[in-house]
Structures are given as C-alpha cells and as structure tokens.
C-alpha cells in the first residue's frame, strides 16, 4: 500500500479537501441537527430545551405515523417491484442473444431524468382529462382515476413514475453484478442436474447478494430522499397527505410551518433508518459468500 | 422451430415491448410538445408527433426565462462535477498510495457521505448559509456538495488494481508523488472521469430540494425550478405542449451526456460492483 514512504506531509495534504467539505457542511450541520432536535425555535429564533419531547410527540403523532407508514410503503414497493422487473430484464439481456449489449444500454438513459422529469411525465398520463391510463382504466372498469382526488391514484402515480426513473440505474448494475457471477459455477450446477430455475436461486442469486444489498440501499436513498421534488411538483403530498413522506413532512414542518426542533427530530430519526439500511448493506457486501473460501 | 429458437425469438419479444414500454412516456411528452394546445387535448388522443414543437420550446423558453435557468443549471452541475473529481482523485490516491496515521479513521469518514444526504441537515445547513450571507450565491450551490463517497470509491478500486511496479519505477526515475498522480496515473482513470462526470453532472442538473430552499433570487434559480414554474402555472386546463416542450429541453443537456458516455458509464458501474 505504501507506494511513497517518504512523503509524511502529502496524504493528508491530499485528504484534506474532502475531510474539510466533510467536517463543515455535513458533520457539523447534523450534529446541529441533533442539537435543535431536543429544543423548540421561538418565532424570534430563540432556542428552549425541551429534551426529548420533540421525539416523543413525534412518535405520538398520529400525522406522523401515518407518514411512516405510506413512506415505507412506498419504499417497499420501489424496491420490491423496481428490483424485480430490473432484475428481469437484466437476466434477459445476459443471456447469449443477439443485440444482447445493445439491449443493455437502451435502458440505461432513464438515469439521466430527474424526480421532477419523471413526475411531470407520469402525470400526463395519469391526467384526468387526457392521461392514457385514466382513460385506459376508465373505459376497463368504468372508474375513473384522478390523482388530484384520489389518494390511491395519486400513490399510484409517484410509485410508477419512481420504478420508472430507478429502471435504467438497477438494471446497470444488475448487469454488471451477473457478469460477475463466474461462469463455472453456473456450469457445475447444470452438470449436477440443476434446472435454470434451480441455478438461478442457489448459485446467481446469492452470488448476486452485494450487487442486490447495494441497490437496495440506493433504491432506499431515491425513495426517502431524492423522490421529494417528484412529491413537490406533482402532488404537495396530497390528496389527504397520501404522498406526504418524512421528507416531505420534514420540508413542510420545518419550512413551511416554522417548528424547526420537531422538524430537526424527525432528520435525526430519518437518518437512523437510512443509517440502518446502509449498515445492512456494508454486512452484506463485506461478508464472505457462500462460495468463497 | 425447436425449443433453442422459441426462447430466443421469446427474449427478444420481451425485451422490445418492454423497451417499448419504458420509452413511452418519454415519446408520449414528446408527441405532446410537438402539437397546439388544442391538438394535445383531441379526442382519440393523436400519437403522432405534430409540427409545433419550435414554437412551443419557444414559448416555454421564453415564459420561464430559460437562458437564465440553463446557464444557472450549467455553471452548478460543472463546478460541482469538476470538484469532487478532483476532491476524489486526491483522496483516493492518498489512500492507495501512502501508509498514514488515521487513515483508518479518515477512510470510512469519508463513507459517511451516502449516510448524511442533504436533507437529513437541511435545516442547520440552511441556517449556516444564511449566517454566512451565502444564499442566493454559487457557493451555496456548489461548496457543500464536493465531498463524494462514490467518486472516492470509484477511484479507489481502480488504483488498488494499478501494479505496484508503476510507482516503483516512477520513484526511481526520481518522480515526485504528483508528477506520478498528474503524468500516470491520470491519463490511465479517464474511463473513471468521464463515469463520475456523468454521475455528479446528472445529480447536480437534477438537484431540486437544496437549490430551491437556498435560492429565492430570480436570477438564481436552476431548470428543475423552472420545470415547477411551467408546470404548476396552469393546473386547470393544463398546456401540456408548453410543459413538455420546456421537459424536453430541460432534459436534453444530462441526457445527451449520458449517451455521450454510456460506455465509460456503464463501465465505472461494473467497477463499483467488484471487489
């Protein structure tokens, strides 16, 4: 590792600038963070200690606990059914097709939209009024869809539009991580009498388990963080708070309605659940496999 | 046809419709762009593009005060990719090429990155902002982004597979650290540049809640804002030519980056898949 013995000084030259970024606009705003979250603001800015009462009433309030609930909800579900279809289309474009790396890059541009891009489209076709889906599910069952009442609707909308944006990202990745999986192996399990079936579950899909965890993980950060300019723009949360995630909530409570504490407490509890997924998936991807000896 | 030839013509049937699928949207918001507002709204909806599109992008362009957005939207997502490549590049050399006290500790410091998004320190980072006088500034926009755990690991993996024997000689023949990081090793990590630049540059363009709180000036708002602007201005009898005409061009500029780079990209992602 030690290319350059002789330079004591230049590393941390080197590390500097990033430590530095780190130190003043991350660390010390979270723990400022942490700080505001045990007191109240005053209009005029004053600060009060309330202890834990922020955190208390925050998992006391019913608001609160509702918006825990559609954002799980919500997360699980780009995970759950982005990783699928993601996963699908991968396996497909692995196989020894013709057009096989073209396939595998005609998905990836979905990357390139941002939340807003994608809401904004996904609204035009859930539009009440001309939206192909509204009027698809309109003339299948006679009901008509709007999101700009209906909570169901509207939950549909940012999900869709979400799946739709993280396609690109996970199938690139899934992509790479079956590229991966050593070929031999593949091999020793249809020589043993395996279906495709079989050697997909018992050797690429555990051979799969870092590539997974950290989509996982990336799907979670979209899902709780990066999805707020698709809710901002499309939805404001509504109708009846249906899309209203803790992000959103967060923005709302501490922007919007001036109780920065609360909203401070509801940062520091957001920031354990991601801190929690990301712990899960460094486990994952630094313990040893199956297969490795 | 044998059982070989029904999957293959079965693989390619799926991948086409669901290319087809995932496409739609993007052509759907095309065909909407290119048609008067009373087209967009016929009934059964017209799946072929019109002839209308350079006057709605003109329309949208000029509603908006686009000039102003992209060149706001350009200048963050440059300066922001330009920085944490550098950032980046320097952290990772020092940890791949120098054995240094703390470095256990500064490692996973600077993992914590992807823990700490934004908007978990929203509020008191918008509180130092604006101590410091620094909204409605670049730096405000810029600066605290430049740290990037994705840019350190990109680099990261790749120098750990650069053969030790390369700084060996470069010591010998008298290179300093530098020279080594700026001559050699540089030239080899283009693949990795162009791959984080479409990262960092995509996110940045993309970036919505932090440049929308930390912006109120006019002259200060990025693209994504004035896609809000287009699109909530109306919300009745929405005018979904002007809305996807001003998408269009707001998506172009990462868009065409991406296709631009789609190898180094895919490329740096099977980087960051391997150990």
């Not at chain 1, 660390?27 to 834990?52: E, K």
Request: proline share 5%; hydrophobic share 55%.
């Amino acid at each position: 590792m030690n290319r350059f013995p002789n330079h004591r000084i230049l590393p941390y030259a080197l590390v500097m600038p990033s430590i530095a970024v780190i130190a003043i606009f991350l660390i010390i705003p979270f723990g400022q963070a942490v700080y505001l979250s045990f007191h109240r603001v005053s209009p005029f800015g004053a600060l009060r200690n309330v202890g834990w009462r922020n955190y208390v009433e925050m998992f006391a309030s019913a608001e609160y606990l509702f918006s825990f609930r559609n954002t799980m909800i919500f997360s699980a579900l780009v995970i759950g059914v982005g990783l699928t279809i993601a996963l699908c289309i991968a396996l497909l474009t692995t196989q020894k097709i013709r057009g096989a790396a073209f396939y595998q890059i005609a998905f990836i541009w979905t990357y390139a939209m941002s939340p807003i891009i994608a809401g904004v489209m996904w609204s035009l076709i859930f539009d009440p009024a001309i939206g192909i889906m509204a009027r698809l599910i309109g003339s299948a069952t006679g009901y008509s869809i709007n999101y700009f009442t209906d909570p169901v609707a509207a939950f549909l909308l940012v999900t869709a539009a979400s799946v739709w944006i993280m396609l690109g990202y996970n199938i690139c990745f899934f992509v790479a991580g079956l590229q991966n999986v050593p070929h031999e192996l593949k091999e020793a399990a249809w020589i043993d009498g395996a279906t495709t079936w079989q050697t997909f579950w018992v050797v690429t899909f555990p051979m799969l388990s870092p590539t997974t965890a950290f989509l996982v993980f990336v799907n979670t950060v979209y899902a709780f963080f990066q999805s707020f300019g698709m809710i901002d723009v499309v939805t404001q949360g509504g109708p009846n708070r249906s899309t209203e995630f803790l992000i959103y909530k967060i923005y709302r409570d501490g922007f919007g309605r001036m109780q920065e504490g609360q909203a401070a407490a509801q940062s520091v509890f957001l920031f354990v659940l991601i801190a929690i997924v990301g712990a899960v998936q460094i486990y994952t991807s630094t313990k040893k496999s199956v297969y490795d000896r | 046809m044998n059982r070989k030839t029904l999957n293959t013509v079965l693989t390619h049937a799926i991948l086409i419709i669901t290319l087809i699928g995932v496409a739609f949207p993007m052509y759907y918001a095309f065909v909407m762009a290119t048609h008067t507002h009373q087209d967009a709204y016929a009934f059964p909806p017209i799946l072929r593009p019109g002839n209308q599109l350079w006057n709605n992008m003109k329309t949208a362009w000029d509603r908006v005060n686009m000039g102003t957005l992209l060149k706001n939207s350009a200048i963050i997502a440059v300066v922001v990719s330009v920085g944490k490549i550098a950032f980046s590049i320097m952290a990772a050399f020092a940890f791949t090429h120098f054995k240094f006290r703390g470095s256990w500790f500064l490692f996973p410091l600077c993992m914590v990155t992807q823990m700490m998004p934004l908007p978990v320190r929203v509020i008191p980072l918008y509180r130092m902002m604006a101590s410091w006088n620094w909204l409605n500034t670049y730096r405000a926009l810029t600066i605290p982004y430049f740290a990037s755990t994705t840019g350190i690991i990109l680099f990261r993996q790749f120098y750990l597979t650069v053969p030790q024997e390369l700084a060996d000689a470069a010591r010998v023949d008298g290179a300093t650290p530098m020279q080594y990081l700026w001559n050699i090793l540089l030239p080899l990590s283009w693949t990795n540049v162009a791959a984080l630049l479409v990262i960092e540059f995509v996110y940045m363009w993309n970036e919505y809640l932090w440049p929308n709180i930390a912006t109120t000036d006019s002259g200060m708002r990025v693209a994504q804002i004035g896609l809000r602007m287009l699109y909530t201005s109306e919300r009745g009898a929405a005018e979904w030519n002007i809305i996807m005409a001003g998408l269009l061009i707001i998506m172009l500029p990462p868009l065409l980056l991406l296709i631009v780079f789609r190898r180094q990209f895919a490329q740096g992602i099977a980087m960051q898949t391997t150990k």
